[in-house]
């Protein structure tokens, strides 16, 4: 299994990105989906995570109401929008799977992580 994650890139505070992370070598019926970032000096974090239904996606407070989830099954692909971008948001971003039915927000649930994107946010 592999997940390549991209839409990384510089952009300015309360600006907007869109991330993406396909995934391949599997197949993932049955597979949670979320997005972590890890800030430097700082321990990895959870963002969210997107059930095979995709129904009530689950975020982290520091990004609720401003990050979406959404997953395309059909081209094993995650999605992370992500709007009103603060310079608190800047880290490296990694999407990651694993076999599960619900909701997990512990990165030692997934199995499978992508290689990371770097957002970086300007004041």
């Known amino acids: 299994v592999q997940l390549q994650a991209s839409g990384g890139g510089l952009v300015q505070a309360g600006g907007s990105l869109r991330l993406s992370c396909a995934a391949s070598g599997g197949v993932f019926s049955g597979y949670v989906m979320a997005w972590f970032r890890q800030a430097p000096g700082k321990e990895r974090e959870f963002i969210a995570s997107?059930?095979?239904?995709?129904?009530?996606?689950y975020y982290a407070d520091s990004v609720k109401g401003r990050f979406t989830i959404s997953r395309d099954n059909a081209e094993n692909t995650v999605y992370l929008q992500m709007n009103s971008l603060k310079p608190e948001d800047t880290a490296v971003y990694y999407c990651?799977?694993?076999?599960?039915?619900?909701?997990?927000?512990?990165?030692?649930?997934?199995?499978?992580w992508g290689q990371g994107t770097l957002v970086t946010v300007s004041s």
């Open positions: 997107i059930t095979w239904s995709g129904f009530s996606p």
């Open positions: 990651a799977t694993g076999r599960s039915y619900v909701i997990r927000t512990s990165a030692a649930v997934y199995e499978y």
